[in-house]
């Protein structure tokens, strides 16, 4: 079974400050997709990393893939209450025969305070 | 483009009853995908289609879940008979793109409560 590890968890901070969401697995990706859900609504794509070592920018947001493809980042610079979410990593692995089939990290929910 | 379209977005329903949920995907989309969210199990993809063929049900969790495809633009998740595990959000998402690397646009959901 293949398994995406995201921590943490939870997360809780105060507007303005830095934080880093991390999103590991034992095996290697052919892609990562990071996700933003908020309540009662289906998760948003946020970017899709290929290439080991890819770094992504949206705006406050930094997405990092591994150089060995099997972990990635997302840090967040002056989180603001906006930000609040429910954050999810999602892997295609390679070599896998099922084509178009993601597997999801089990999230993090963080909430800035303002 | 009105995005992926589910119904209902609410059901509650009492155990032993069938329950069908709907999806509309986007137009030209050939992939639709099914996800059960709960919070202790996160996001689990149930079935996927390419082409309105199913390619993959192995996150299925047993025979009283079934779905169909009958065309481009419709597809059904159906459970029968429903039991209070049961109860979850279920997405359906839709994408294009080679073997399925399109980004996949999920609908609002349907939040299913079985009594």
């Known amino acids: 079974t293949q398994l995406l590890e995201q921590s943490p968890q939870f997360l809780s901070i105060q507007e303005g400050e830095n934080l880093t969401v991390y999103c590991n697995s034992s095996s290697v990706f052919s892609s990562l997709q990071w996700y933003r859900q908020e309540p009662g609504e289906g998760p948003v794509l946020l970017v899709t990393v290929v290439t080991g070592g890819e770094v992504k920018k949206l705006k406050r947001l930094t997405f990092q893939f591994g150089d060995a493809r099997k972990d990635s980042s997302l840090h967040i610079t002056a989180a603001q209450p906006g930000d609040t979410g429910l954050y999810l990593c999602?892997?295609?692995?390679?070599?896998?025969?099922?084509?178009?089939?993601?597997?999801f990290g089990q999230g993090t929910i963080l909430t800035v305070h303002p | 483009d009105a995005g992926v379209i589910q119904s209902p977005r609410h059901e509650v329903t009492e155990m032993g009853q069938e329950v069908t949920l709907r999806c509309k995907p986007i137009s030209g989309h050939d992939y639709l995908f099914w996800y059960r969210q709960t919070m202790m199990r996160g996001l689990e993809l149930l079935i996927y289609f390419n082409n309105n063929v199913p390619i993959d049900d192995s996150g299925m969790p047993e025979d009283r879940f079934s779905a169909k495809m009958p065309n481009a633009s419709f597809s059904t998740l159906k459970i029968q008979p429903s039991e209070p595990r049961d109860s979850a959000v279920y997405f359906c998402a839709s994408s294009s793109g080679l073997a399925g690397l399109g980004t996949q646009y999920f609908g609002p959901g349907t939040r299913l409560l079985v009594l």
């Open positions: 999602a892997g295609k692995y390679a070599g896998g025969t099922s084509y178009g089939k993601l597997t």
